[in-house]
């Protein structure tokens, strides 16, 4: 069944979410313009636990979050007017984020390896990015394609210091990438998207980059309902999700859409 939990309006533009299987802990963050801070909410009720500071980090325009075994990994990878040369993955140590509310990142900075324009065109761009996730020892990143609503997918080695992000691969979406998610246990990517009329959907990657690769597009409208800004996935089981969606206030057709920020819990029932 489907449940849509309540969270703070502090964390109103709830862009990434990572769940913590230990302690029911969702991880989280604002977008552009927030404080370098990440938010542990629980999972069950979505109560504010804890904020904790990233000294050594600027919040230009955080969009996405990931994680593996030792680290999570948050992008600063938002680029809406595709002219920026300063994107940065920030690394964490989980270890740090248990004990102390004051901690301090590795940097990943990273350029994708074809572009060649930074000229400022604000929702022109192929080269934003909302979305990544650790697979197979590498990051990943999913673009948010404005210009053919595709997504162009890059790798990126774990480690700190300057990076080429290399092209692995384009799949045709057909709207506006806002998450991705890989899991281990089921062998699937798992996104959310949405398009001009901020219809949702979930993007489903099976057998990724192989012959047999399937992509699937499922409509949360009867989940959430029109006009949704959903912007977060994080796998709880290998068949329970969360999305996170942000507060929006949308006119579609001559009528308003006020939304507040909410996690939803969904199960896959294929």
Known sequence: MDKKIDIPHKVSEVSGIVFFKGKQELITFNDSGGKPELYILSAKT??????????????????????????????????????????????????EIAKKNVVKAKKIHFAYED??????KIHLTNYDCEAITVHKKEIYLFTKNWENHQTNIYRLPLTKGKHIAHKVHQIDIGCLLTSMSYCSGNDTFMGTAYDKDYKSYLIKINHFNSRNQKVVKYDLYKSIGFANQVEGLAWKTNSTLYISRE????????????????LIQISLRD
Do not use: C, M, P
């Open 247 to 262: 507060a929006s206030e949308v006119k579609l057709r001559g009528k308003k859409h006020k939304r507040n920020q909410k």
């Open 115 to 120: 572009q060649r324009s930074f000229v400022t």
């Open 46 to 95: 979505g109560r504010l636990k804890r904020t904790i500071k990233v000294k050594n980090a600027k919040n230009i325009d955080w969009e996405s979050i990931t994680a593996d075994d030792k680290f999570i990994y948050v992008g600063d990878t938002g680029n809406n007017y595709g002219n920026r040369k300063n994107l940065v993955i920030y690394k964490i140590s989980k270890k």
